[in-house]
């Protein structure tokens, strides 16, 4: 329970963000949706995703460190979290989080490998 919090503490913060964050944004009329990518302060890319044109997330969602390390990865469908989201640790391991329909289904936590990717 400990570890769900602060995942939900740091994904929050995460989030709010945003706002202060520098951003590039593309209309995609195939897909009607909004590609959007986020910037650390040092020019390096903080998030990619997808948003509706009412402004839900959507698809795949992807988050990185300052350093360009993969920190979640995960999806979204009309704004709720769905399906397994991984969240990477600088200690090697990795948290699979399994949503249905926003809410946490499934907790795992995988220690990963030096040329092991998830």
């Known amino acids: 329970m400990k570890n769900l919090l602060i995942l939900s503490f740091a994904f929050l913060i995460t989030a709010v963000s945003f706002g202060q964050q520098k951003r590039d944004l593309k209309?995609?009329?195939?897909?009607?949706?909004?590609?959007?990518?986020?910037?650390?302060d040092n020019g390096a890319v903080s998030q990619t995703g997808f948003y509706t044109t009412d402004g839900k997330l959507q698809g795949e969602w992807l988050s990185f460190s300052?350093?360009?390390?993969?920190?979640?990865?995960?999806?979204?469908?009309?704004?709720?979290?769905?399906?397994?989201?991984?969240?990477?640790n600088t200690d090697g391991t990795v948290k699979e989080v399994d949503y249905n329909d926003n809410v946490i289904a499934n907790l795992k936590e995988h220690e990963v490998k030096k040329n092991q990717g998830l």
């Open 27 to 40: 209309f995609n009329k195939e897909t009607n949706l909004i590609e959007v990518v986020y910037y650390h």
């Open 66 to 88: 300052a350093e360009g390390k993969k920190t979640i990865s995960g999806n979204y469908d009309n704004g709720k979290k769905v399906g397994k989201w991984f969240y990477y």
